[in-house]
Structure formats: C-alpha cells, structure tokens
Nanobody, 119 residues
Framework: QVQLVESGGGLVQPGGSLRLSCAAS????????MGWYRQAPGKQRELVAT?????????NYADSVKGRFTISRRNAKNTMFLQMNSLQPEDTAVYYC???????????WGQGTQVTVSS
C-alpha cells in the first residue's frame, strides 16, 4: 500500500504562485511514477503533470499548464512538488496527488488540496 498526503493549497490572486507538496509513505520502493491531477466543480478529473521516478525523471504536462507549472521530486522518491506560477481563475480546482506502483500498475490517490485563484 501507498499513502499520499498533499499540502500547500490555498487562496491566491490571479498571477500569483503556489507550491504543492505530496509526501508518499508505505511501499514507495516500487513506485513507477507520480503526478498531479485536478478536478474543478462540475468537471471531470484531469491530468496536470506527471514525473517518472526511474531513470531521468521524465516529465509530462497538460497543454493548459505548460510553461507555468513545474513538477519535481526529491531523489528519495518520497516527496513530489508542483510549482504553480501565473495562476489564473481557471486553475481553481481540487488538486490530487497520484502514484502508480509496479508490478500491478495500481493507482493511489491523496485526499486532495483546494487551490482557489480569485481576486
């Protein structure tokens, strides 16, 4: 099992920045990748960014956040970050941490953290 705990959400004005953190515990030695998803009211959950935990840490971003958001990790595989810059009202959502574990490709989710962008 893998436990994920997010932190760092809050209220920010348009154009502002926030940094989300996700701490993983449990069977983290077999994690393949971690990522951030978000879900706005009345919308489906969507991928924001992912990062590989093996090799060179390949990253992947949704087009809507490219150039504004940066995903990163600590080498110990137990902490992941999402630096969010130039935030806009459309970034308002609950942000969820996600992890994929081998060999079963099991997916794990955190409880979510609210990000609200408003003046």
């Amino acid at each position: 099992q893998v436990q994920l705990v997010e932190s760092g959400g809050g209220l920010v004005q348009p154009g502002g920045s926030l940094r989300l953190s996700c701490a993983a515990s449990g069977s983290i030695f077999s994690l393949l990748s971690m990522g951030w998803y978000r879900q706005a009211p009345g919308k489906q959950r969507e991928l924001v960014a992912t990062i590989s935990l093996n090799g060179d840490g390949t990253t992947n971003y949704a087009d809507s956040v490219k150039g504004r958001f940066t995903i990163s990790r600590r080498n110990a595989k137990n902490t992941m970050f999402l630096q969010m810059n130039s935030l806009q009202p459309e970034d308002t959502a609950v942000y969820y941490c996600n992890a994929v574990r081998l060999p079963t490709w099991s997916m794990y989710w955190g409880q979510g953290t609210q990000v609200t962008v408003s003046s």
